[in-house]
């Protein structure tokens, strides 16, 4: 049996951005994030808190998160080996908020686990890989492995 072994150097960035409000309205942005390598986006809805996604894990594929509606906490853990990783592991937590814009960055090499923190949660999700190519580098584990 192979034991995958991955570290990576990078690590978990935000990437902040800002509003400006005048009579015509509220415009939200993120002027850094450089979408040079996105290939793909979707949508994430949380109608309720009460909903956990976890975790889901890519040792070359990079994501980028936006939320665009209310607010989600983001758990972000760097697995010590991909088939059995240490459940000691402590993730790294992110308050991501529509009402304060800007872009987690994940690298390769990590897993992440979410929830809303809003019931009504939207946000949206940035991938450098195809649907076929994330498929292939896909690390699941059950929503308790580590503790969000």
Do not use: C
């Not at 942005?29 to 996604?53: K, S, W």
């Not at 937590?93 to 690298?107: C, E, N, R, Y």
Request: charged share 25%; net charge neutral; no cysteine.
């Amino acid at each position: 049996m192979r034991t995958f072994i991955f570290v990576t150097m990078l690590k978990p960035t935000f990437i902040s951005g800002g509003i400006h409000t005048d009579k015509r309205g509220i415009l939200s942005f993120v002027n850094d994030f450089d979408m040079e390598a996105v290939r793909r986006m979707y949508l994430i809805e949380h109608p309720d808190t009460a909903i956990i996604r976890a975790w889901q894990g890519h040792q070359i594929e990079q994501k980028w998160f936006l939320v665009v509606q209310g607010s989600f906490k983001i758990a972000v853990v760097q697995p010590d080996n991909w088939l059995q990783p240490s459940k000691k592991r402590v993730p790294e937590i992110f308050i991501l908020s529509a009402d304060k814009p800007g872009v987690l960055h994940i690298p390769g090499g990590y897993a992440t686990g979410f929830s809303a923190t809003e019931a009504g949660s939207k946000m949206m999700v940035f991938s450098d890989a195809t649907i076929e190519e994330s498929k292939k580098d896909d690390y699941r584990f059950e929503a308790d492995y580590w503790k969000i």
